[in-house]
């Protein structure tokens, strides 16, 4: 099976929010830094779905696992 690759622009517009760069960036300054101790599906300015979806992306799909793992990355940095 051929991996995919997902942009961050894609995990983005899955979680409803805006997904151009400048949006992007707002979000990740808005929300950044993430607590060390919450998993990235735990923070608190998740919607119930998009924790939902957090949860199943990071579980389901490894494809989407990294992707969100370099969500988690830039808002802990």
């Known amino acids: ?3 995919s690759f997902h942009r961050f622009s894609e995990l983005f517009a899955q979680l409803g929010l805006p997904s151009d760069e400048v949006g992007i960036r ?3 300054t808005t929300h950044a830094p993430l607590a060390g101790g919450f998993r990235l599906e735990e923070a608190s300015f998740w919607t119930p779905a998009q924790s939902q979806l957090l949860r ?22």
Request: charged share 30%; hydrophobic share 50%; no cysteine.
């Open 56 to 77: 199943d992306l990071i579980a389901q799909d490894a494809d989407w696992a990294e992707v969100a793992d370099q969500l988690n990355n830039a808002l802990r940095g």
């Open 26 to 28: 707002q979000f990740l």
């Open 1 to 3: 099976m051929e991996k």
